[in-house]
């Protein structure tokens, strides 16, 4: 069974309405600001769901998600949005990927002596446990959704912390208590800017070299191997490949399916390219491009 997706004109003018995970301050506020201007409006969105849903009620004609930490790995809730049979269905797909240095930031509305909680986004909290432990070992650290939230949530209760961006200090009325956390060298996180479709002839003539797809395969033996082949034969250098279940998309739980995310460095230009998603057509039971898009550092 070929793909299901279907490539729609852009639906959308200016003004530009973007939606982005987290509270204002944010990565995703921040690079979001940076690349799409201060003339656009934005929207804070508590989960990358949300972010999509935005988009599916009109409410928003851009979207700005995080999708992979250079420590902690992918970002399932992001994942799951973006193979939702909403997104697939939707004129929308990944038009960038942007790669951001972090540099996390305690930020506090009391002296360090007297922090008792620490909020963050697990990510933030797995990758300074040592500093944690040594600095404030009897603080209580509670995970939250983003890390903003996080800011938000320490702003409000006194003796508190937060691990986030020093850029939400003054947006939360809160004070950078220690700065420089992270090694933004080491520390990235990549974003992917959700926005209209290209067109077929888009795609004929795309720069881009990026691309992301998902399937699903015959629950039998060999049928990965099958499709990974096709990848190879035509050249294809696969830089990720996830799964997910299929009951994260369907609703209906089975223990056998799954959804497969695989990103490749193609010319989608190149007639191999059309040739590639033929035969991989062929070899499973279905197929969904997700994005061709570029990928570049972007400091915010």
């Known amino acids: 069974m070929g793909s299901r997706f279907t490539l729609h004109a852009s639906r959308f003018t200016h003004p530009i309405r973007v939606a ?37 009620d009109g409410s928003a004609n851009r979207g700005v998600v995080p999708i992979e930490n250079s420590i902690s790995g992918m970002i ?37 002596s007297r922090i008792r909680t620490v909020y963050s986004h697990p990510f933030p909290l797995a990758y300074l446990k040592k ?29 508190s912390a937060a691990i986030a961006s020093a850029k939400a200090a003054p947006i939360y009325r809160l004070k950078v208590l220690k700065s420089r956390l992270s090694d933004p060298k080491k520390y990235q ?8 479709g290209d067109s077929k002839s888009e795609i004929r003539n795309q720069k881009s ?37 299929l009951a994260k ?27 590639m998603l033929a035969g991989l057509g062929r070899k499973t039971k279905h197929y969904d491009i997700l994005g061709i898009y570029r990928t570049r550092v972007v400091r915010v």
């Open 20 to 56: 982005y995970f987290g509270r204002e301050g944010s990565y995703s506020h921040q690079v979001a600001l940076h690349e799409l201007g201060r003339d656009a409006s934005y929207k804070a969105c508590p989960t990358s769901q949300q972010v999509v849903d935005a988009l599916l």
């Open 76 to 112: 399932p809730e992001s994942i799951d949005a973006i193979v939702s049979r909403g997104f697939i269905s939707s004129g929308y797909r990944i038009r960038e990927q942007w790669h951001v240095p972090i540099e996390l930031s305690l930020l506090g509305n009391s002296p360090m």
């Open 131 to 159: 500093w944690l432990d040594q600095r404030l070992p009897r603080a209580e650290r509670i995970e939250t959704v983003s890390t903003t939230e996080g800011a938000y949530l320490a702003s409000r209760r006194r003796g």
């Open 189 to 196: 996180t990549r974003f992917y800017l959700l926005a209209p």
């Open 209 to 245: 070299n990026q691309v992301a797809l998902c399937f699903s395969l015959p629950n039998r033996p060999g049928t990965l191997v099958g499709a990974l082949e096709v990848f190879a034969r035509y050249r294809l250098n696969m830089t990720r490949i996830i799964s997910r279940p």
């Open 249 to 275: 998309r369907t609703g209906i739980f089975n223990t056998d399916e799954y959804l497969f995310w695989v990103d490749l460095e193609s010319d989608p230009s190149h007639p191999r390219f059309a040739k």
